[in-house]
Nanobody, 119 residues
Framework: QVRLQESGPGLVKPSQSVSLTCTVS??????????WAWIRQLPGKGFEWIAH???????YYNPALQSRTSISRDTSKNELALRLSSVTPEDATVYFC???????????WGQGTQITASA
């Protein structure tokens, strides 16, 4: 069974960048027909799709966040990464790593990592 574990710095200062890592075990991020996504939970607004990467490395970004986000991977470590720049207090929330199927339905979630933006 695949397991996803997010990690990050926890606290970031506004205007700075933050990098998050998702370590995947029990499955490969290059397995055909799998998508690996970053999703965040907006308080009172549900979940927001940030970006995803297909097994072949193709990427998709939420247009609303594209200018400030970058998704990447390290296949040797079986890790997915997200970089968010110009962080604002509105970016403070829980960030999840997830695996989805071809219909972008999530079938595995990480436990999430909290990002707090504070000077």
């Amino acid at each position: 069974q695949v397991r996803l574990q997010e990690s990050g710095p926890g606290l970031v200062k506004p205007s700075q960048s933050v990098s998050l890592t998702c370590t995947v075990s029990g499955g490969s991020i290059t397995t055909a027909y799998t998508y690996w996504a970053w999703i965040r939970q907006l308080p009172g607004k549900g979940f927001e799709w940030i970006a995803h990467m297909f097994a072949n490395g193709d990427t998709y970004y939420n247009p609303a966040l594209q200018s400030r986000t970058s998704i990447s991977r390290d296949t040797s470590k079986n890790e997915l990464a997200l970089r968010l720049s110009s962080v604002t207090p509105e970016d403070a929330t829980v960030y999840f790593c997830a695996r989805t199927d071809n219909n972008h339905l999530v079938d595995s979630w990480g436990q999430g990592t909290q990002i707090t933006a504070s000077a």
